[in-house]
């Protein structure tokens, strides 16, 4: 056991543990979990902290193949339900789900985000849009970090969209998104074939520098252009049509 402090002068006893469970909510009547992943050996993103966010009743795979993905914790996404997303549910995802499933992430509360984040950079949405945690909660992980990333679809129909670009990018696929997202204040993280003007190519494509050391996906906070990225993964063909609407999910 390992003893974090608490900002109500107490201490509460956590298990160390290779993650934890930050958040539980639910999404379109869908509970989720929140989790955070204390290591990585992601080579593009290099050192961060990895925060999933899964159903808590179905399998990742399974939410992809049904569809359920796009109407959860993927809302808004293009790319969900197989259509071009380059994560691949089936190996880390399911091997956090499963873990999450035999009990392995104890619950912390924001009592304990110092001693376990403080210092650390995190990458907000290695899975599912990172608006599903409270606003509150994404303040506090990023005020004791020493830097973040993350990125969100729901920009366009979260009432809270405001609030989290001051942290997260606009995720946007089509052109018309991104000039919305542009339009709207949002600095964007656009996924296409296309560069937009006045974007910044991504830095560990162009220069080979990690998410961790380059941290400029960190929404408003950050006084930069936005970044654009070609489609990549396995589904980057399809993201590819999708994004000049040659193709219809």
């Not at 809302?75 to 399911?94: E, H, I, K, T």
């Not at 990172?130 to 990125?151: D, E, M, N, Q, R």
């Not at 560069?195 to 494509?205: A, D, F, G, R, Y």
């Amino acid at each position: 056991m390992i003893t974090l402090a608490s900002s109500q002068s107490t201490s509460e006893p956590v298990k160390k543990s290779n993650g934890y469970v930050l958040h539980r909510g639910t999404t379109n009547g869908h509970p989720f979990v929140a989790i955070a992943t204390m290591e990585t050996d992601n080579p593009k993103t290099g050192d961060m902290v990895q925060i999933w966010f899964l159903l808590e009743h179905v399998a990742p795979h399974v939410a992809v193949k049904s569809g359920l993905d796009a109407e959860t914790i993927c809302r808004d996404c293009p790319f969900a339900s197989g259509n071009g997303c380059y994560v691949s549910v089936w190996q880390a995802p399911l091997a956090i789900y499963k873990a999450h499933k035999r009990g392995a992430y104890p619950e912390v509360s924001p009592a304990h985000y110092q001693a376990l984040f403080g210092g650390r950079r995190i990458r907000f949405g290695a899975y599912g849009n990172p608006s599903l945690l409270p606003l509150s909660i994404v303040k506090s992980i990023a005020s004791v970090s020493s830097g973040w990333t993350g990125y969100f679809h729901d920009w366009r129909s979260n009432p809270l969209a405001h609030g989290y670009s001051a942290y997260f990018m606009a995720s946007t696929e089509t052109e018309s998104a991104h000039r919305l997202a542009s339009s709207l204040g949002f600095r964007t993280f656009h996924v296409s074939p296309e560069k937009p003007e006045n974007t910044l190519e991504c830095l560990s494509v162009s220069k080979g520098i990690q998410c961790a050391e380059c941290r400029l996906c960190a929404g408003l906070s950050k006084p930069a252009k936005s970044i654009w990225i070609a489609p990549h993964g396995r589904g980057s063909s399809k993201a590819g049509a999708i994004a000049l609407g040659q193709s219809h999910v």
